[in-house]
């Protein structure tokens, strides 16, 4: 069974930096697409980061472009998002997912089969 697990998440100062992963196990994922998401309480799921199979080409949202940094191992079956600079408005759980390989955006969640359940960010001001 298909399974994602992100990892990373904490509470961490304005200015500050965390690190995220997200595991995969179940299959392989290397030849997919994957992407960072997050939920803010009260708002829609919004796209972070999205990368593509090789890692050659990554997108961001605007609101992190410049802060925030997807990779990824395909030999872990790992990807990671590294967050510097971190405001307040970064608050929210953020979620892994992979693409599902039907659509070529990276910014929709519906274009995405695969989700781990999250891990909280917190970043006090």
């Known amino acids: 069974q298909e399974q994602l697990d992100e990892s990373g998440g904490g509470l961490v100062q304005a200015g500050g930096s965390l690190s995220l992963s997200c595991a995969a196990s179940g299959r392989t994922f290397s030849g997919y697409a994957m992407g960072w998401f997050r939920q803010a309480p009260g708002k829609e799921r919004e796209f972070v980061a999205a990368?593509?199979?090789?890692?050659?080409?990554?997108v961001y949202a605007d609101s992190v472009k410049g802060r925030f940094t997807i990779s990824r191992d395909n030999a872990k079956n790992t990807v990671y998002l590294q967050m510097n600079g971190l405001k307040p408005e970064d608050t929210a759980v953020y979620y892994c997912?992979?693409?599902?390989?039907?659509?070529?955006?990276?910014?929709?969640?519906?274009?995405?089969?695969?989700w781990g359940q999250g891990t909280q960010v917190t970043v006090s001001s």
């Open positions: 997912a992979v693409h599902a390989g039907i659509r070529t955006s990276l910014y929709y969640q519906y274009d995405y089969k695969y």
């Open positions: 990368i593509n199979w090789s890692g050659e080409n990554t």
